[in-house]
Nanobody, 121 residues
Framework: VQLVESGGGLVQAGGSLRLSCTASGSFFSINDMGWYREAPGKQRELVASITSGGSANYADSVKGRFTISRDNAKNTVYLQMNSVKVEDTGVYYC????????????????WGQGTQVTVSS
């Protein structure tokens, strides 16, 4: 099982960026999916999460600017980042709770490798 992120890069303040993360491998179901970020010198923090039913939750710092969505048919979660700020700079990680195992079904949380987002002033 792996999560692969894409879409990071360099963007000017006020611009937009769209991140994608796709789960692949052997699993039976996906529950919650989310995006975290890690800025230099800071701890990893939740940016946004979304349930399998589509209910979203956002950090106060991104409310009104970022939108999380998912395509269950494609096992993919997206993060649309609008009106980005310099303080949005960091490595963005996606995660997902996946149902794995054949003889021993269990929910495991998996993480992507991270994608760099840099916002210039």
């Amino acid at each position: 099982v792996q999560l692969v992120e894409s879409g990071g890069g360099l963007v000017q303040a006020g611009g937009s960026l769209r991140l994608s993360c796709t789960a692949s491998g052997s699993f039976f179901s996906i529950n919650d999916m989310g995006w975290y970020r890690e800025a230099p010198g800071k701890q990893r923090e939740l940016v946004a999460s979304i349930t399998s039913g589509g209910s979203a939750n956002y950090a106060d710092s991104v409310k009104g600017r970022f939108t999380i969505s998912r395509d269950n048919a494609k096992n993919t979660v997206y993060l649309q980042m609008n009106s980005v700020k310099v303080e949005d700079t960091g490595v963005y990680y996606c995660n997902a709770d996946l149902l794995v195992g054949r003889s021993n079904l269990r929910w495991n949380r998996y993480w992507g490798q991270g994608t760099q987002v840099t916002v210039s002033s």
